[in-house]
């Protein structure tokens, strides 16, 4: 039989899995009697858990959250992930980077042995995207009030500091719907609708200092894309709508495929043998995809469409300007 420390846990993990428990169903869980489980109801209430009975033919139990922080029950896997999460948040940029630092620690100082080594294992870094300006900390507070704005529904507004010449005012103060706040690459956007320009804006979160008090409350509208990820990822690439590049084009690499895959980025590669491969990729401008396939350092036949062809054309010309110095 189970000692009544295991069967405290294995009660508690129960009720951490799912918002009702019918007592009868607890009971049979465990193989202990409809008694047992009352009394280590009891018992979990005396440790600070906030166990609401529930009424109903069969009776039941429910895991509240409590107005103080409880002993934490965890398996294995949700180990694994909460130490993913917190090692990540180091490097968000959100200003918690040291409270998440000692999180992580006090996690890993309570583990068993078998899982400590394991989660040991989990040591990684954060690649910044390339040519990407450096972490910004966003304030915790300021996390909090845009989070609030976006949960409460409510008018924002506040100052934004853009980049002006020196000595410009300052522009007047926004007012967004606040949507969504997305985290990308070390930085804080904030997804909203501007009332003044009656369009969708990101905003850049550390250049935000909002003001009070806070405006009406509002209907949130559907965002373009249908995420605020897909919406801002869109941005990123120079859409104004889909997630995708706006310039696409297929090209014939003199390059195994091997050797393309590992800088093939969102791109897509095909096998041709003989030491070819087709690869399509996109970018923001033809231009821009037309010198991006260069870094492959081989021969490119173009297979479509015709855009690239011309974009390859003028980037000759642009090349040959500059290495035979008639740039004006």
Not at 20 to 33: K, Q, T
Not at 129 to 154: H, I, K, T
Not at 185 to 205: E, K, M, N, P, T
Not at 255 to 283: I, K, M, N, W
């Amino acid at each position: 039989m189970a000692t009544t420390t295991s069967r405290l846990l294995n009660l508690l993990s129960l009720l951490q899995t799912r918002r009702d428990w019918p007592g009868n169903v607890l009971a049979e869980r465990l193989n202990i009697s409809h008694r047992t489980v009352r009394r280590d109801i009891d018992r979990l209430r005396e440790m600070g858990y906030r166990i609401r009975t529930t009424m109903g033919p069969d009776g039941g139990y429910r895991l509240d959250a409590g107005t103080e922080l409880p002993p934490l029950l965890f398996d294995d896997d949700q180990v694994i992930a909460l130490t993913v999460a917190l090692q990540t948040a180091t490097t968000t940029g959100a200003g918690i980077e040291e409270a998440a630092l000692r999180a992580l620690t006090t996690v890993r100082q309570v583990l068993p042995a078998r899982l400590r080594r394991q989660v040991a294992q989990l040591a990684f870094e954060t690649v910044p995207r390339p040519g990407a300006g450096p972490d910004v900390s966003l304030s915790p507070r300021l996390l909090l009030a845009l989070s609030s704005a976006v949960r409460a529904c409510e008018v924002l507004r506040f100052d934004y500091a853009s980049h002006r010449p020196p000595g410009q005012e300052p522009g007047p103060t926004r007012r967004v719907e606040p949507h969504h706040l997305v985290t990308s690459h070390g930085r804080w956007y904030l997804v909203a609708w501007d009332l003044d320009h009656d369009d969708w804006r990101i905003f850049r979160a550390d250049r935000i200092s909002p003001r009070t008090p806070a405006g009406p409350r509002f209907v949130p509208r559907d965002i373009p894309g249908g995420s605020a990820r897909d919406f801002v990822s869109a941005r990123f690439k120079g859409s104004g709508q889909a997630n995708a590049w706006p310039c696409v084009g297929t090209v014939v690499l003199q390059r195994p495929a091997a050797a393309v895959l590992p800088f093939a980025g969102d791109g897509t590669v095909e096998d041709l043998g003989h030491q070819q491969c087709r690869y399509t990729a996109g970018s923001w401008s033809w231009i821009a995809l037309a010198a991006s396939l260069n870094r492959f350092d081989t021969a490119v036949a173009v297979v479509g469409p015709p855009q690239l062809t011309e974009a390859f054309a003028r980037l000759a010309a642009r090349n040959a300007a500059t290495a035979y110095g008639q740039l004006s």
